[in-house]
């Protein structure tokens, strides 16, 4: 009878050893996640890419911040058809940096950046370039997500890896054609993270 006792006391014990090591491991796991800061980051012409990065820094809890052109863009500006317009021109000249608003803004306290933006011409409009190249994202990972009409990232990665240094890890996220839902946001983002 002691003989049994004292198995089922040891498988008791053992049972509770391997159940408190897993959870050590999933809290510590859950830690290291909390412990990385997170920023949404967006340029937004029309407020589409706008609406997305606010419901994504609000699914995941990261702060926000808005990639802004020193000269808004206004419609005459965005008219794609147009070979003379403001966008088109740009496009065009992939060495062309447009003028951001520069408030000082910090990105060294962040470990992963979700970057947003509208695809124009299947790639990141240059004020995305002029971001990236104005901040130091050594050792950062930056996650995409973009907005389109209908057309894929194409080239965006490999356009946007020329304006960050080479330990920059860029990766293409998602494309969204519809509006998400704040939890469809955070169940991707917590699989990218």
């Known amino acids: 009878m002691k ?34 800061k997170v920023l949404v980051a967006y340029f937004s012409a029309t407020g589409t ?12 809890n990261a702060d926000i911040y808005e990639i802004k052109p020193k000269v808004p863009y ?13 966008s088109t021109l740009e496009m065009k000249d992939h060495n062309s940096r447009p003028e951001i608003v520069n408030d000082n803004f ?16 299947y790639i990141a409009p240059t004020a995305v370039n002029t971001f990236l190249e104005a901040h130091d994202l ?6 995409l997500f973009a907005t389109s009409g209908g057309s894929g990232f194409g080239r965006t990665v490999e356009k946007l890896k020329k304006s960050v240094a080479n330990s920059t890890e860029i990766k293409e996220g998602r494309l969204f054609n519809n509006h998400p839902s704040k939890e469809e946001l955070k169940k991707w983002a917590e699989g990218v993270l």
């Open 138 to 143: 050594s050792n950062k990972k930056i996650i």
């Open 106 to 121: 910090s990105t060294d306290s962040y470990d992963t950046i979700f970057l947003g933006f509208p695809i124009w011409w």
């Open 74 to 86: 206004t419609n005459a500006d965005l008219d794609w058809m147009d070979n003379n317009s403001r």
């Open 3 to 36: 003989n049994i006792f004292l198995i089922i006391l040891g498988l008791i014990i053992i049972s509770s050893v391997a159940v408190f090591s897993i959870n050590s491991k999933t809290q510590a796991k859950e830690d290291t996640n909390m412990d990385k």
């Open 49 to 60: 890419t706008k609406q997305v990065a606010q419901n994504l820094a609000e699914a995941i």
